[in-house]
Nanobody, 124 residues
Framework: QVRLVESGGGWVQAGGSLRLSCESS????????MAWFRQAPGKERELVAA????????DHADSVRDRFTMSRDNSKSAVYLQMNKIQPEDAAVYYC?????????????????WGQGTQVTVSS
C-alpha cells in the first residue's frame, strides 16, 4: 500500500525558493507516474507538474514553467518539486499523487493515491 507523505512546505518571501518532497512510507514509487497538484483557498485544485514512472516524460503547468522543476529518485522512492522565484499566487496546499500512468496523474482527479498536503505560504 502506497502512503504518500509530503514535506518541505512553509513560509517564504516572494522571490524565494522551496523544495517540496514526497515520499512513500509504504510501497515503492518506482512503478508509478507521479504528479504535484496545488489548491489555494476558494480555488479548484490544479496540476502543477507531472512525471512518468521512468522520469523520461514531464509536464509542467504554464504558470510554473521555468520556475518549478519536478524530479524523482526512484532509489529513494521520492519525488521532489523545486520551486524557485516563488510568487504570491503560488501560495497553496501542495499535494503529491501517484497513479498508474502519465496520462492518469495529469487528469483533474489525479492518481489513485494522495498525500495529506504541505502548505506553502508566500509573503510579499
Amino acid at each position: 500500500q502506497v502512503r504518500l507523505v509530503e514535506s518541505g512546505g512553509g513560509w517564504v518571501q516572494a522571490g524565494g525558493s522551496l523544495r517540496l518532497s514526497c515520499e512513500s512510507s509504504g510501497g515503492t514509487l518506482a512503478a508509478y507516474a507521479m504528479a504535484w497538484f496545488r489548491q489555494a483557498p476558494g480555488k479548484e485544485r490544479e496540476l502543477v507538474a507531472a512525471m512518468s514512472a521512468s522520469g523520461r516524460m514531464t509536464d509542467h503547468a504554464d504558470s510554473v514553467r521555468d520556475r518549478f522543476t519536478m524530479s524523482r529518485d526512484n532509489s529513494k522512492s521520492a519525488v521532489y518539486l523545486q520551486m524557485n522565484k516563488i510568487q504570491p499566487e503560488d501560495a497553496a496546499v501542495y499535494y503529491c499523487t501517484a497513479g498508474s500512468s502519465f496520462a492518469d496523474v495529469r487528469r483533474s482527479r489525479g492518481g489513485d493515491y494522495w498525500g495529506q498536503g504541505t502548505q506553502v505560504t508566500v509573503s510579499s
